[in-house]
């Protein structure tokens, strides 16, 4: 609305502006070079502070001739300082100032600059690169290109508190990947910065502080060797200890235990150390109360659910900590009614960081909840807090809606939470919904929470079933990312398990014997895994695994002998005999073994193998085939005795006694009940 | 409770007693503002404010149960000594869970006094606990509110008052469990409570360190109460904020006599000095020969600058002989040092710095040496030892400068900042702005050997602390040792001291008749002259009043009362600000503002 009533007035007023302007550019250009320096003065302290006229003299072109000056090594070294603070001021301007300025590849030009001995012209330029770096319109790879760059910076870190200041300022601003944190360090960052956390001044202790938040993050290099730094004889973990004490700024505590916060997740620092534990999970906590600005509050729960989502200790001792869980109720209470009726400016400010502040809360609820059972119950017991989670799942915000799915996700773990609160608030719906279109990241989570409500105890399963969530989960198994392809098999899985035939049926026929195929040659191991689940679980039950292998039986045996020739895991191996032990148990669908003699060997040798749980599962499968009440059971026992399976079953009966571990005791009375059978 | 006192006189086993003197430390360090001769901290269980089933052990700090335990009705309570004193601020203690004993019913909190001990803390009114079996908080009421977790054996379990906003919080293993109480009443006493067999715990009030970093949390408070008292909104305008700030200053110089220091601030500041130069002067040249122990000489000046003014003040005038006597004694005073072998007023080296320094809170080192480390500024004796100043050796230790004589070079007055802190490199400097720097006492005329070892010709700030570390404490017994003697060890000074002290007790007498009896008088000059009964005066019980340290009370009360004879105020503004804002956050602690506690004035002063 303010631009449209100013867009003719500024059309007007530019022409005389421009007038003006044009005089300090012209001035630029006098062949007295007492006179441009008097020029690029008077244009200086025309600028301060006034966006119009740094908008101005850009267009005018005033920009490449102050390069131009300042490159110049005919201009005096004052001249030249001039021009730098002058670009400086530019700088300070709006993001389309700075766009301009590195159009006219100021960046080179002030990093040559650098090289110049003089002190003054040399703060002067940081001090513009600095304003040019910090702005997110600037591509950081733009510090990168010259390799004598950042040693060069490095170098300069010792010349004044100035220099000291924005350089770090630079760095932590140009650190966004494991590249950049591997120059940096490969160039001496932790060595040159460290001593200035003890700086006398406060601005440098903070950037050099931010530079190590940015270079520890995910970083275990960098982390390992942070642990190990003195400064002045102290470690430099207890310095930040020591900066997160409660009568430091609010900015320094915060920014410090980032930096813990960092190095204990890069492996750094153990998460039970007492500067974790006493100090770092604490001061976090702190930053999530009430009396913190919003963006200290998101900051700190964002960092917080970062450090325990790992650590189930940590999720304990920080849902204790301070009222942690009430506390975050408070972060969806923004913008709060008071404040619109009483402040617009206020609600202007509530209303920017309302989103940031509710996706912080889910993800810290999420890391609360992610392993402890007692910790879930307080979190759903909060006020609202399943209704929260409903109408974050369709916010708008797409950061928003990943962070409170990631929370249900958490939730989702607890097998009380499935039977009770979440089928109260039939979170299925929206969740449903969320699948529906969604980006990749959101899709994961969203999914690995269907699983979770897809789980036979849970009283979601069905009306999600009626929804026809079969065909969207057949698709997730198409995924190109390995993660979607899981999800999308495991809930399957879980759909199967004790389903009636129609279900089953029906899974077989979304998905397709072919796709199911080729699920059990996926290189994700996970992916077969899960699908050798779900093959399982459809195969329950006479009837149903009679039907399956009449229409599918060669597909499957073909499947089944494929991966126990292959290179496999135990764990893949055991489940894929089971399918066979289940095969065995259909009245059918046994002779699609008894008549594969191949395959009689296989389950043979299986239960010689070194590998208990496999020797359990070809037995298993063994006393299905032979079960005596059956028809046929005699020819069955005849074939086997002929092949030498009693011999093998005689040998486990004996070789186990109850004394031994579970497993290979089980095996024993496997065996004798398969004996038994004979001996009937 | 056994252990009240400052633990100074505790006899025995040197491990308790470091112990002790560590727990003394810690208190101190927690809660300077509180004064435990008027508000005892809690430091052990009340023997006498429990339930009968509640046993206690271990110096009072352990407590068990020993009743039934058959239902609540058996539960059963203990008090600390003593309430929670507001000056705390923040007040903090622990319990460690020693063992959870049959179920764990155990309250941790606190109550007012008088509160019924068969019960568990947080059941009745003024009462408030936190329970090991359920977690809950219980405030003055029979059901609790959910708050935190459960603890049991191996748990230590905190307690924190906050007395700024009289709220309280728990902790568990040194994890903070967020606020449990709000709106707490005044003189609250730390409290547990036990209800099944088995229930033991520790109490822990300071005598070990905590779990929970209590320290961190109250610095917390403490920037806060600093930013709340930097940010304190001031009607006026910011001129007239200087210009109080400058006449302060200024009365201050004036008042201490630092005359040239005085005159160039005013200068400076363009600020207005009411007293005449001259009287400075004449002020300041009084307080110098008191504090050099030159009581007759001073007494002399005074009746001749101010006749009058010690008729008028028949006390001060006997306090000022009596401190002459004792000054006899010391062999400082003219009338006895003009029988030494030197001559008498060649010797102007004076023990301490000529004007009263104020001081600054207990924590300044030099406050307890006698020397002139504390004495730091401006006025200073014209004539030192030349040992000490090369360049003025023609004035040798026998070119006599009477007293009367003591004239004050302004040579260097124009910039009387910068000389003091130069003023050792130049060595002509006399001028009263410069500082005294002489930490020995001359007892006679031998102190040249004395001298000799601390002085020279350059002096820095370090040698400063130097030379003050080596007169720390042993300021007379050092030098008593060899060459200490009654008057100087003359005996017609002796005799001549004699001689005073009878006139002193007529004098005494005299006020006796005029005035009535006066037994501060009787006891100053019993002190005086218990100090003849002994061999070596200098250490005996009575010694003190020999220390040059003494004679700052009666500089700067014969001072007050010359400024009030002019009309001028006693006391510097400066000094009655402070002393006011001293006074008001003793005020604020016995009003119970926990606030007081971070308002330390010697925290604003460096």
């Known amino acids: 609305m303010a631009c449209m009533l100013e867009a003719p007035l500024r059309i007007s007023v530019l022409s005389e502006v421009t007038a003006t302007s044009r005089h300090y550019v012209d001035r630029l250009f006098d062949p007295d070079p007492q006179k441009v320096l008097q020029g690029v003065i008077d244009m200086k302290n025309a600028v301060i502070g006034n966006n119009k006229q740094k908008a101005n003299l850009i267009v005018l072109g005033a920009v490449p001739r102050l390069l131009y000056l300042l490159q110049q090594p005919s201009s005096s070294l004052e001249l030249r300082t001039e021009c730098a603070v002058v670009l400086g001021s530019l700088a300070m301007g709006t993001e389309n100032n700075i766009k301009s300025l590195v159009d006219c590849h100021i960046i080179p030009a002030l990093l040559q600059g650098l090289l110049c001995q003089d002190l003054c012209f040399i703060e002067a330029c940081l001090r513009c690169l600095r304003t040019v770096f910090i702005s997110p319109v600037t591509p950081v790879q733009l510090l990168y290109p010259d390799p004598t760059v950042i040693p060069h910076l490095m170098s300069l870190l010792s010349r004044s508190q100035r220099t000291q200041e924005y350089i770090t300022q630079i760095f932590s601003h140009c650190c966004k990947t494991p590249e950049h944190q591997t120059i940096l360090y490969n160039h001496g960052a932790i060595q040159n910065i460290a001593p200035l956390l003890n700086s006398p001044s406060y601005k440098v202790q903070m950037q050099a502080l931010k530079c190590f938040s940015v270079l520890a993050y995910e970083n275990a290099q960098v982390s390992m060797t942070l642990v190990n730094v003195l400064v002045d004889g102290e470690l430099l973990s207890q310095v930040f200890v020591r900066m997160m004490q409660r009568d430091r700024p609010i900015e320094m505590q915060l920014t410090a235990a980032k930096c813990l916060t960092y190095m204990c997740r890069a492996g750094a620092i153990r998460t039970d150390d007492t500067c974790i534990v006493l100090k770092t999970l604490p001061c976090l906590v702190r930053m999530c109360s009430k009396e913190r600005l919003l963006e200290e509050r998101v900051e700190g729960a964002e960092t917080l659910a970062y450090l325990m989502e790992p650590d189930v200790e940590l999720q304990r001792i920080a849902s204790v900590t301070d009222h942690l869980v009430a506390m975050l109720a408070d972060y969806f209470k923004y913008p709060s009614s008071v404040s619109a009726i009483a402040d617009i400016k206020r609600l202007d400010h509530d209303l920017k960081h309302a989103h940031e502040l509710r996706q912080a809360a889910f993800k810290l609820y999420a890391s609360l909840g992610a392993n402890d059972e007692d910790v879930r119950k307080k979190i759903t017991e909060t006020e609202n807090m399943m209704d929260r989670i409903v109408s974050g799942l369709s916010e708008s915000s797409i950061k928003v809606r990943l962070a409170a799915v990631r929370c249900l996700h958490s939730l989702s773990r607890s097998v009380q939470q499935l039977r009770t609160s979440f089928h109260d608030h039939a979170v299925w719906k929206p969740l449903m919904k969320l699948l529906q279109n969604a980006p990749d990241e959101v899709l994961v989570m969203a999914s690995s929470t269907l699983c979770n409500l897809l789980l036979e105890f849970s009283p979601s399963k069905e009306p999600i079933l009626e929804s026809g969530v079969i065909e969207l989960l057949c698709s997730l198994t198409q995924s190109d990312s390995p993660a979607l392809r899981v999800n999308g098999i495991w809930a399957l899985m879980n759909m199967a398990f004790q389903a009636d035939q129609k279900v089953k049926v029906e899974i077989v026929r979304a998905l397709g014997t072919e796709q199911l195929f080729r699920l059990l040659s996926d290189p994700d191991a996970n992916v077969l895994m899960k699908t050798l689940g779900l093959l399982r679980n459809l195969l329950s039950t006479r009837p149903h695994i009679d039907q399956i292998m009449s229409s599918h039986g060669k597909q499957i045996m073909q499947a089944v002998t494929l991966i126990l020739e292959g290179e496999h895991s135990i764990e893949v191996k055991e489940q894929t005999l089971c399918i066979l032990a289940n095969i065995a148990d259909g009245n059918t669908a046994k002779e699609l073994i008894m008549t594969n003699d191949d395959m009689l060997q296989k389950i043979k040798s299986y239960m010689g193998h070194s590998n208990v749980k496999l020797q359990l599962a070809a037995t298993f499968c063994v006393s299905n085939l032979i079960w005596n009440e059956e028809d046929g059971s005699q020819e069955r026992q005849d074939k086997l005795r002929e092949m030498g399976f009693v011999d093998i079953l005689h040998k486990l009966t004996q070789a186990s006694d109850p004394s031994l571990c579970d497993s290979l005791f089980l095996l024993s009375s496997r065996a004798k009940t398969a004996m038994q059978q004979y001996l009937a | ?606």
């Open chain 2, 1 to 606: 409770m056994a252990e009240l006192g400052a633990g100074s006189l505790q006899v025995g086993d040197p491990a308790f007693n470091y112990q002790e003197r560590e727990f003394n430390e810690r208190l101190k360090r927690l809660y300077p503002a509180v004064n435990e001769e008027e508000t005892p901290l809690p430091r052990s269980w009340s023997p006498k404010d429990k339930y009968s089933y509640i046993g206690l052990s271990q110096n009072n700090l352990r407590v068990h149960y020993k009743g039934h335990g058959k239902n609540h009705k058996d539960a059963a309570s203990v008090r600390a000594a003593h309430p929670i004193p507001a000056a705390c601020g923040i007040y903090y203690f622990e319990v460690k869970i020693v063992s959870k004993g049959r179920d764990g019913y155990m309250g941790i909190g606190l109550s007012a006094q008088g509160v019924n001990m068969n019960r568990l803390p947080g059941w009745d009114k003024h009462s408030y606990g936190y329970h090991g079996d359920d977690g809950h908080s219980f405030c003055s009421s029979g059901t609790g509110q959910p708050y935190g977790p459960t603890f049991t054996t191996g748990d230590v379990i905190g307690c924190c008052v906050n007395l700024i906003n009289n709220t309280c919080f728990y902790t568990k293993n040194g994890h903070s469990l967020g606020v449990a109480f709000t709106d707490l009443p005044p003189n609250l006493y730390p409290t547990v409570g036990l209800q099944t067999p088995g229930e033991i715990v520790d109490a822990n009030f300071g005598q070990h360190p905590f779990v929970f970093d209590i320290e961190d949390y109250m610095s917390e408070w403490r920037a806060k109460i600093h930013s709340m008292i930097a940010r304190f909104p001031v009607g006026e305008r910011l001129g007239e904020w200087q210009a109080v700030l400058h006449n302060m200053v200024s009365s201050y110089l004036v008042h201490h006599g630092y005359c040239a220091t005085a005159m160039a601030f005013a200068r400076t500041t363009e600020t207005i000095i009411q007293e005449e130069q001259s009287s400075i002067k004449n002020r300041q040249r009084i307080q110098k020969l008191v504090l050099a122990g030159r009581l007759g000489e001073a007494i002399d000046a005074t009746q001749e600058l101010y006749p009058g003014l010690l008729e008028r003040n028949p006390n001060l005038l006997f306090m000022l002989k009596c401190r002459q006597f004792v000054e006899m004694v010391n062999g400082t005073d003219s009338e006895v040092r003009c029988f030494g072998t030197r001559s008498p007023k060649s010797q102007n080296s004076y023990p301490s710095s000529p004007s009263l320094s104020p001081r600054h809170g207990a924590t300044n080192p030099h406050l307890h040496t006698t020397d002139s480390p504390t004495c730091s500024n401006g006025v200073t004796s014209k004539n030192k030892s030349n040992s000490k100043y090369p360049g003025v050796s023609s004035a040798s230790s026998s070119s006599s400068s009477s007293p009367s004589s003591v004239n004050y070079s302004e040579s260097n007055s124009t910039d009387s900042t910068k000389s003091q802190a130069h003023s050792g490199t130049s060595n002509q400097e006399t001028s009263d702005s410069e500082m005294e720097i002489e930490a020995e006492h001359y007892t006679n005329g031998l102190a040249d050997a004395s001298s000799a070892r601390i002085v020279n010709g350059t002096y820095k700030h370090e040698e400063i602390l130097q030379t003050d570390g080596h007169g720390l404490g042993n300021g007379l017994a050092e030098d008593g040792s060899t060459s200490r003697q009654l008057c100087g060890g003359n005996l017609a000074a002796t005799e001549r001291m004699i001689q005073f002290g009878r006139e002193l007790q007529a004098l005494n007498e005299q006020l006796c008749r005029d005035y009535g009896k006066n037994p501060t008088h009787k006891k100053m000059l019993q002190d005086a002259f218990s100090l003849l009964a002994y061999a070596d005066p200098w250490n005996c019980p009575v010694g003190q009043q020999l220390d040059p340290t003494q004679r700052e009370s009666i500089c700067s009360a014969l001072n007050s009362a010359i400024l009030e004879s002019q009309n001028l105020p006693k006391q510097p503004p400066l000094m009655l600000a402070l002393a006011q804002a001293n006074e008001c956050v003793q005020l604020m602690a016995r009003v119970r503002a926990g606030s007081c506690s971070f308002a330390r004035i010697d925290s604003f002063l460096h």
